[in-house]
């Protein structure tokens, strides 16, 4: 009897553990596509991603670069102060997107420029995305607008 109440231990743990690592699969085979990275765009020019590959960027509107082509097309660059990377973006702008602001953009980089299929802007004045903030403080040129 003692023999076949381990054995029956040992058959539940086994089968615990499969449907454990069966179950980690299967959610991480469902969020594949729902995890983007987020690059600065120093981190871009230094190491680009391969072209399959989706990712934010984000940084500030580069000044003087914001160009809108027949259609929906918008063109513009998108800079952190240490590199600058062209985006274009086929679709309606949030309507706080704007020059000098900060923006995230999600896409794939292709060929040197960023195709972006989401934009999102800052939400008021002050506001920046966090992302955006730790990249333009790594490279040292982050004001902060309450100062």
């Given at each position: ?142 004001q902060d607008p309450k100062s």
């Amino acid at each position: 009897m003692k023999g076949l109440k381990k054995k029956r231990r040992i058959q539940v743990v086994a089968i615990a553990a499969v449907a454990l690592v069966l179950a980690t699969g299967l959610i991480g085979y469902g969020l594949r596509d729902g995890i983007n990275f987020f690059r600065s765009p120093s981190q871009v020019m230094a190491e680009p991603p391969s072209a399959s590959e989706t990712f934010r960027i984000g940084g500030l509107v580069e000044e003087g670069s914001l160009l809108r082509d027949q259609g929906e097309v918008i063109r513009f660059n998108v800079t952190d102060g240490g590199a600058t990377v062209p985006v274009v973006f086929k679709g309606i702008l949030p309507d706080l997107f704007a020059e000098n602001q900060g923006m995230i953009g999600t896409g794939k980089y292709i060929n040197g420029v960023f195709e972006a299929s989401e934009i999102l802007a800052k939400h008021d004045e002050d506001y920046m995305p966090k992302e955006v903030v730790d990249a333009l403080k790594e490279q040292g040129v982050y004001q902060d607008p309450k100062s």
